[in-house]
């Protein structure tokens, strides 16, 4: 049984930074591509960063950019994502999930696994 297991959400001042986790079991956990998501109260949910299998290509959303790092460690199954710089907008759930193709993750239809989540709140 595949799990997906999100961690590290919290509740950050404006400015700050946090690190979520992504522990990930029951797969070949290299064959996957990465990503992470987030929906805000209201809104749909949307792209923030995605990462190969093999760690060698990148992918963020816009508005992320700059601020936002995913890495992975596939000896240990686990993808994270470094948030710096973090404003109130980015206030969300943020989901990790996993598809054999990045293009899947990138364009936001995962076919395979999700996590459910790790609520992160920035304060103004």
């Known amino acids: 049984q595949v799990q997906l297991v999100e961690s590290g959400g919290g509740l950050v001042q404006a400015g700050g930074s946090l690190r979520l986790s992504c522990a990930a079991s029951?797969?070949?956990?290299?064959?996957?591509?990465m990503g992470w998501f987030r929906q805000a109260p209201g809104k749909e949910r949307e792209f923030v960063a995605g990462?190969?299998?093999?760690?060698?290509?990148?992918y963020y959303a816009d508005s992320v950019k700059g601020r936002f790092t995913i890495f992975r460690e596939n000896a240990k199954n686990t993808v994270y994502l470094q948030m710096n710089s973090l404003e109130p907008e980015d206030t969300a759930v943020y989901y990790c999930?996993?598809?054999?193709?990045?293009?899947?993750?990138?364009?936001?239809?995962?076919?395979?696994?999700w996590g459910k989540g790790t609520l992160v709140t920035v304060s103004s």
């Open positions: 999930a996993a598809d054999s193709s990045i293009m899947y993750i990138r364009t936001a239809r995962v076919r395979d696994y």
């Open positions: 990462i190969t299998g093999s760690g060698g290509h990148i």
């Open positions: 029951g797969l070949t956990f290299s064959a996957y591509a």
